[in-house]
C-alpha cells in the first residue's frame, strides 16, 4: 500500500479549476519530487493533504486514512515545512523547536543539537530577529528532529544559502535511509534532480508527466555537439533530428533516442573527432513541456 495515494483529485474555488484530476504514489522509503510554476496546483495539492482544505472530489490518503477525515491521527506520523514559515516573534528559535516537539509528545533530544549544530542555527536568539532563512531552518529541524513517516516539503529551502541546501539535502538522504518518504515540492529543479526517486510535473492542475527522471528522459531527446573532418552535407534530412546549429566541421544538434544509432552510423562516415552526449536535465525537460505549451 502506498505510503500517499491521491486518485482523479480534484479543487474548484468558484468556476476556477486548481486542480483538475491529480493522481500521484508515494511508496515507502521513496522521494517524490513535485514541480510545476506558481498557481500550478503544488501548494493547493498539499493542503488538501495536510486537511487544511477539502477536495471537491476524488480521493487522497496517507497511511492509508482518508486526509479529510482521519487529519488528526495522520498529522501524528507527519512534518510540514511550507516554503514561508512565521514564528512567535516573542520566543526564541529553541523555544519554538522544543514547544513544537512538545506537541507531538517528544522531548529535546541529542538530535536536536546536531541539527543545530548543522544547520548553524542561534537557537538563544528571538524568532523577530531572524532571517527568512533562518526561520525555515528552525522549521527543518523540527521536522527532521520528529522522527515522522512521512514529510511533506514545500519550497522548504526558500532562503538558504547553497550551504544550507546541501545539509538539507544530506537530511533528506538520511530520512530515506530510515525508511521515511518524502513529498518534496521545489523550484530549485538541480535538487529535485539530485534528491528525487520519481517525479511528477504539475500544469494548470494537472499531473501531465511522472516517473523517474530515467523514464521522463527516454521519453525526450538527447543533446549532442559532433565535430567531423568533413563537413556534415544532409543533416537535417536524417529522421529524428531538430534544433541543428551547424558551423564548418562543427555541429549540435537535439535526437530521438530512438533514432541516436542511425544518426551516429551517418555522422561516423564523415569521420568523428570530437563527439559529446547530453541528457537532458530535469530543467530542460520541464522547460520543454511548458514552452510546448506555450506554442499550443
Not at 88 to 115: C, H, M, S, Y
Amino acid at each position: 500500500m502506498p505510503v500517499l495515494e491521491t486518485k482523479d483529485l480534484t479543487k474548484q474555488f468558484g468556476t476556477t479549476h486548481a486542480l483538475n484530476g491529480v493522481n500521484m504514489q508515494v511508496e515507502h522509503g521513496e522521494v517524490y519530487g513535485f514541480i510545476g510554476p506558481n498557481g500550478a496546483g503544488k501548494s493547493t495539492t498539499i493542503r488538501i493533504l495536510l486537511g487544511m482544505l477539502k477536495a471537491s472530489s476524488g480521493e487522497a490518503t496517507i497511511f492509508g486514512k482518508n486526509v479529510w477525515k482521519d487529519a488528526v491521527d495522520i498529522h501524528r506520523r507527519i512534518s510540514y515545512v511550507p516554503g514561508d514559515v512565521n514564528l512567535w516573534p516573542n520566543l526564541t528559535g529553541g523555544e519554538v523547536i522544543d514547544f513544537l516537539l512538545k506537541l507531538r509528545g517528544k522531548a529535546r533530544t541529542t538530535r536536536v543539537q546536531q541539527l543545530i549544530e548543522q544547520f548553524q542555527l542561534d537557537p538563544t536568539k528571538k524568532c523577530r530577529t531572524y532571517s527568512k532563512g533562518n526561520r525555515q531552518k528552525v522549521a527543518l529541524i523540527t521536522a527532521f528532529a520528529a522522527d515522522s513517516d512521512l514529510y511533506l516539503l514545500d519550497e522548504p529551502t526558500s532562503g538558504l544559502d547553497p550551504l544550507m541546501e546541501r545539509v538539507f539535502q544530506d537530511c533528506v538522504q538520511s530520512a530515506k535511509q530510515e525508511g521515511k518518504s518524502i513529498l518534496l515540492s521545489s523550484h530549485i529543479l538541480s535538487e529535485v534532480e539530485r534528491l528525487c526517486d520519481r517525479v511528477a510535473i504539475i500544469r494548470q492542475g494537472q499531473v501531465i508527466e511522472s516517473g523517474t527522471l530515467a523514464q521522463l528522459r527516454h521519453l525526450t531527446r538527447i543533446h549532442v555537439t559532433v565535430e567531423t573532418q568533413e563537413q556534415i552535407p544532409a543533416l537535417h534530412e536524417q529522421s529524428g533530428v531538430y534544433e541543428i546549429d551547424a558551423h564548418g566541421h562543427t555541429a549540435s544538434f537535439y535526437a530521438d533516442e530512438t533514432a541516436l544509432d542511425t544518426v551516429m552510423r551517418y555522422i561516423s562516415s564523415f569521420g568523428i573527432l570530437k563527439l559529446q552526449s547530453t541528457p537532458l536535465t530535469l530543467e530542460d525537460l520541464f522547460m520543454r513541456h511548458y514552452n510546448d505549451a506555450g506554442e499550443e
